[in-house]
């Protein structure tokens, strides 16, 4: 993520948006990752609600193929 504490006023105008824009995109990735991470933990734990027998199964063939 960019510098905040830039304090360089002397950007010109499509500058300054250009900068403002990446910050704006950079934001969003961050936030897109955190809730894919998030959403991605509920439905592991609602699929673990459902059925845990599969969950733990699923869980120990995702460690075994790590371990290859």
Known sequence: MKDLT???????APELISEIR?????SR?????V???ALTLL???IGEKINPNNAI?????CVSVRKS
Do not use: R
């Open 29 to 33: 990735n961050s936030v897109a990752q």
């Open 43 to 45: 439905y592991w734990k």
């Open 6 to 12: 830039n304090t360089n006023t002397s950007l010109q």
């Open 22 to 26: 990446e910050l704006i995109v950079e």
């Open 57 to 61: 199964e699923t869980l120990s063939d």
């Open 35 to 37: 809730v894919n991470s």
